[in-house]
Every structure is written in C-alpha cells, then in structure tokens.
C-alpha cells in the first residue's frame, strides 16, 4: 500500500513539473547525441528542478507516515474501547466454576454493592427469581438467591466463565468430559430417581453440590457455548422436573427466552430485537392452542401459517419468522435447544428482524409450549 501511494505521489509531482521539464526538452530531438542529453544533465535548473522533485517526495512520505501512524493509533484505541468491555476472569477461590467472577454461596448484599439493581428480574422454575444483567445485552448473565440471601444459581452464553480447570466458553466437549468425567445420567431428589432424557445439547455433571449444566454448540465445534449452575439444595427444592404452571412462571419465562436471545444475538455482533408487545400476543395465543389442543406444529389446527396468524393480528411485516419449542425444562433449555437447530438458530441470528415477541403455555402435565414470533416492518 505505501509502495502503490509513493507511485502515486511521484507522479503527481512529475506531472506538476512537466511544462520545466518539457521546456528544458523543447527543440531537443530524441536523435540528439549522448553530449547534447550530458549537457541537459548538467543544466542546473534541471539539476534544482530533480532536486525539488525529490524533496517533496520526502515531505509526501514524511506526512503519509504521520497519517498512517495516526491511523494505527485510532485502530488501537477503538480496539482497546471494545475490550474495555470484556472482563477479567478470576480462578475461583472456593468453587470450581465462577461466572462474572460471582461464586455460588456468594453473599446477595456484596454482589448487589458491586453490581447495583438488575436490569431485570423474573420468576423461574425454582420459585424464586432470575435477576438479569448486562450492558445492552454485552456482558450478560443471570443469577438467582435462595432463602438465606446466597447466590444459589447462576447462568450465561457470553464469556464470563472460569474454572479451576480451565474449562471456559469455547472449551471442547471432549476435553469438558476428560476433566469432569462422565455426565450424570439421573438425579435423585429424595427417594425417586428422575431419569435424565438423552440428548446431545449439553451435559449435567454433580460437583461439590452444585449441578453445572455445560451446554454445547454442535454448529461451532460441539464447544460450550453456555453454563448453568444450581446448588443442589435448591435442586433438591424442585420436587418435580416441571414446575406448576402460574402467570408469573409464564412471564418469566417470556421474558426470560426474549434476553437470551438478545444476549446470543450480540456474542455474534448483531442488533438486539426489540420487545413487541403486538406480536407477543399471537405468539401466546398460538401456544396457548397448541398446549390445550395437544399438537406441536408451526400450522395450527385451522390450518393457518405463523404468516396468516400475524396477518389476522393487522401486524405489518417485511420479514417475519416463527420458532417454537416444547417440553424443556426452562427458558434456557429452550433457547439452547432452539440454537442447535440451525433453522431455528437461523431465525435468532437473522440480521433483518428488528423485533421479537414470545408467548408460553403450559398443558395439563405442566410442560412448557414456546413461541417466538421475529420481524421487520
């Protein structure tokens, strides 16, 4: 690139300086004898004229190198803006998995101090709360509190992990499963044993009572692209695998799916969706009629496509898109699962959509139905 610029700039000047030159030429023929071109060569405004020339070449250079180093030093700068942003991990004192350097059993009045208000805080499965953080979706995580005010659950999809082990975001399953062991294959709570359904997606290891949950992105690698941890005291609180169904649950979890798809959506570098409140409400109603009429299908039973349900709503799109998920445990098996499905993960990581709306029912056994309605106007 300087070498094409000083090419340039040369000929530039040359080009300035031709009517000397060619006057110096004029009458001259290319016939001329070698004396008659030496004697050219020695004419000293010739000679200043070649002098000048070179001169300003440097000077060009001199100041392209100003403007290049200017350059370099903004690129530096907006890259180290961008990282100002990341966070320093810290190896975990006492448990072996930290995110955003909080630990379980963390103290709620030292990580409010540090953190402030969150910017979000909905019911979950526990019967407790997620309290939701980020700046506009960029370091983003959830944490949860049992009863004595202790950190008992925490959760994100962004690099904010560390362990002891050095299992991080963007560790590879294999290597995940060479330093916990083998993942769980059932939880006891009491005297029943819950058989854990066979999957893929993620893994679900005990360790020093707390259950971390490693889930995995088979489009990047089989790596983690996600974790949560739960204390097993508050697991053990869940009686069932499904919690009883309520209209705070339902919200949560709505609330719940549309943050981590904004918080998946900006780990690619992409514009987070704004809540529709309009297009929530087909998306309710649609899963509302798949959870009472017992189907699973992007088609309901009238025959009607997510595109027609929108339409009968007056919701005006350019762009629209449906995903739907059911029978997850939460929120975040969900989004997980939906993110392994590269039709649904299409749909999460489209650049076109500008807003999201989410709906969730619960049928008669308790199990989640999910719909998130994506467009654009």
């Given at each position: ?368 139905y999910y719909t998130e309605n994506f467009y654009a106007k």
């Open positions: 690139m300087l070498r094409f610029l000083t090419i340039i700039i040369a000929i530039f000047l040359i080009h300035s300086s031709w009517p000397f030159i060619e006057k110096q030429f004029d009458n001259t023929s290319l016939t001329n004898s070698i004396s008659e071109v030496n004697t050219l060569k020695d004419n000293p405004e010739v000679k200043t004229t070649i002098q000048n020339i070179y001169n300003e070449i440097q000077t060009a250079l001199k100041q392209l190198g100003v403007l290049l180093d200017d350059s370099t030093k903004q690129n530096q700068q907006s890259t180290e803006s961008n990282n100002e942003s990341k966070v320093e991990l810290n190896t975990p004192a006492q448990q072996d998995f930290s995110i955003f350097n909080i630990e379980l059993g963390d103290s709620k009045d030292d990580v409010v101090e540090n953190l402030g208000t969150p910017n979000r805080s909905t019911f979950n499965e526990y019967g407790t709360t997620w309290n939701t953080y980020h700046d506009n979706y960029q370091n983003f995580f959830m944490i949860m509190y049992d009863n004595e005010n202790k950190v008992a659950g925490l959760y994100t999809n962004q690099d904010l992990i560390a362990s002891k082990k050095g299992i991080k975001l963007g560790t590879a399953k294999g290597t995940v499963r060479n330093l916990l062991g083998n993942p769980l294959t059932s939880i006891q709570k009491g005297l029943v044993l819950y058989k854990l359904p066979e999957q893929e997606d993620y893994d679900i290891f005990l360790i020093d009572n707390t259950y971390v949950t490693v889930f995995y992105d088979k489009h990047e690698g089989n790596t983690v692209t996600a974790v949560q941890l739960i204390s097993k005291d508050l697991e053990n609180k869940k009686v069932d695998f499904y919690t009883k169904p309520s209209s705070q649950l339902k919200e949560g979890f709505e609330f719940q799916l549309f943050d981590l798809t904004n918080a998946a959506r900006v780990e690619h570098q992409l514009p987070i969706l704004t809540w529709d409140e309009h297009v929530q409400v087909t998306a309710r109603k649609h899963s509302t009629d798949m959870a009472v009429h017992n189907y699973f299908d992007h088609t309901n039973l009238k025959g009607q496509s997510p595109f027609d349900r929108m339409a009968a709503d007056d919701i005006v799109y350019q762009l629209a898109g449906e995903n739907l998920a059911y029978g997850q445990f939460s929120s975040i098996f969900a989004h997980e699962g939906l993110m392994n499905s590269l039709g649904h993960r299409e749909n999460i990581l489209r650049k076109g959509y500008t807003f999201l709306g989410v709906g969730v029912a619960f049928n008669n056994e308790s199990q989640p």
